[in-house]
């Protein structure tokens, strides 16, 4: 699989790596550049040079997109996943590593930062005061991740668009903002074409699985509803999304809906002091999911965090997903049942 990931992200780097040859993002240009974030229009006055980030999904955007010179640090856990087979794994090497947790005012200051790009959720919270309009007081802009976007349904409830194009969004507004559309634009169109590679062998109809993806959580399952990065991971493979219907991105369900729903298969979200062995463990020993098929059958599959997340990392996410789902049902190679 790693190996698969590989050459997947290669593919996937054409303006970023692999030999190509990319713009430079040392540019030098003052003028505003006015971008649409999470429904608002937002001006900036300039093109920052201490960028800091959050996450591993939303530090790889920056890098994938050659902006390591644009970055004064990124806050994220160790557990980032394996970073061997990506062509910006450079990035982790030349940025510095602000904080294991997540971003405080603290060390957006003491970076000198002059644009903080995280998401609710993902670094921004309101109940530790670390928000846009907390850091629009000390000067600081902010970008929003879009897979994160309140949507108004709830006060938290996130997602107004599906999740791809959550992608596609962020990587030609950061191509705006820093100047590099053309490597943007180059990214986009690759990971467009490796998923669409995946979904001409995708299964059709009645012959797509159904798939729930477990994050983590005993007495109740946190999951993705269709504006996580998940929906159209799962989708584009040829699966279908038990939690579709809900209208929201990463968010807690019932054990009962996933039991009523029957999946063909998990997909387990690997991160976090729980190995994804012992979510397997737990899964296949929880006595009201005995009698739900990817558990009778021992059908379940591991992605890493960063494959999950809004990152560039979710075009070879698809890709294996996509092979491991075609060997269940026949219409194609990959991962035996209950394999990774």
Request: glycine share 10%; aromatic share 8%; proline share 4%.
């Amino acid at each position: 699989m790693r190996k698969l990931l590989a050459a997947l992200v290669c593919l996937a780097a054409t303006a970023t790596g692999c030999g190509a040859e990319v713009e430079s993002s040392q540019d030098t240009r003052t003028s505003a550049v006015t971008l649409t974030n999470c429904g608002r229009r937002v001006t900036y006055d300039k093109v920052p040079e201490r960028v800091v980030t959050n996450d591993v999904g939303i530090t790889e955007l920056m890098f994938a997109l050659g902006l390591e010179d644009r970055m004064a640090g990124f806050a994220m856990p160790d557990d980032k996943g394996e970073v061997g087979g990506l062509p910006w794994k450079g990035g982790y090497d030349k940025v510095k590593w602000l904080s294991k947790d997540q971003l405080t005012k603290e060390n957006v200051l003491d970076a000198r930062a002059d644009l903080v790009f995280a998401g609710w959720n993902y670094g921004f919270r309101e109940d530790g005061g670390f928000t846009p309009d907390a850091l629009k007081k000390l000067g600081i802009p902010s970008y929003i991740l879009t897979e994160s976007c309140h949507n108004g349904r709830t006060a938290s409830s996130r997602g107004i668009m599906p999740p791809l194009d959550a992608l596609y969004t962020d990587l030609t507004n950061l191509g705006r903002l820093f100047g590099v559309e053309e490597r943007a634009a180059a990214l986009v169109r690759d990971f467009k074409k490796q998923i669409a590679d995946v979904r001409a062998k995708a299964p059709k109809g009645a012959d797509r699985p159904t798939v729930f993806l477990y994050d983590s959580g005993r007495d109740t399952p946190f999951t993705s509803g269709r504006y996580a990065a998940p929906e159209q991971i799962i989708t584009e493979a040829g699966g279908v999304n038990v939690m579709h219907d809900v209208a929201d991105s990463w968010t807690t369900v019932g054990w009962e809906s996933v039991v009523e729903r029957d999946p063909d298969t998990i997909v387990i979200c690997d991160y976090g002091d729980v190995s994804a062995e012992e979510k397997k463990k737990f899964l296949l020993s929880y006595a009201p999911l005995r009698n739900v098929s990817a558990v009778k059958h021992r059908r379940i599959f591991v992605l890493d965090y960063a494959d999950l997340v809004e990152s560039p990392r979710n075009p070879s996410a698809i890709a294996r997903l996509g092979a491991y789902l075609r060997a269940g049902t026949g219409t194609g190679t990959g991962a035996g049942a209950g394999e990774r």
